[in-house]
């Protein structure tokens, strides 16, 4: 089975999680990679978490790093079904509503911080994490990305 980086569309993914970060923050995400694919290989497997959801009404998750994976404590196939407000507790959902909604308008924020909850009933806070916007080739919005590298468990 192919890695799910290694396909077409998931090196297209990650030209767009790095295009759109240089776009809004002004600087590369924090990988050393030049071609394509040692791109979207060097994101799934970079020690920070790297995740992203679609532009639905109730947004899908279409991408999680190995970090994020194993933070959320699902296979790929299970976080990109899962719908993102599924990520942080029900009493949570009112703020990461706001904080997504405060993206889409200024582009991105750094220093988010937050309680997310995994697959298995597993709570933790997530802190410095930043979230911007994802642009498609043309510049149309096409989704959110978040990263992290600073988590503990509650």
Not at 30 to 51: G, K, R, T
Not at 61 to 82: K, V
């Amino acid at each position: 089975m192919i890695e799910p980086w290694a396909t077409d569309w998931g090196v297209a993914h990650a030209a767009t999680l790095a295009r759109s970060f240089r776009h809004w923050l002004r600087r590369d995400l924090p990988v050393a990679a030049v071609e394509p694919s040692d791109l979207a290989q060097a994101l799934f497997s970079a020690p920070f978490v790297l995740v992203s959801h679609g532009t639905q009404a109730d947004p899908v998750l279409t991408y999680g790093n190995r970090a994020a994976l194993a933070l959320w404590e699902m296979s790929w196939d299970e976080l990109t079904r899962t719908p993102s407000r599924l990520t942080a507790e029900p009493v949570a959902r009112e703020d990461r509503a706001r904080l997504l909604a405060e993206v889409t308008q200024h582009g991105h924020i750094a220093n988010y911080a937050g309680v997310r909850i995994s697959k298995f009933g597993r709570r933790f806070r997530i802190a410095q994490a930043i979230v911007w916007n994802l642009l498609d080739e043309h510049g149309a919005p096409c989704g959110q990305a978040a990263m992290f590298d600073r988590w503990d468990y509650l």
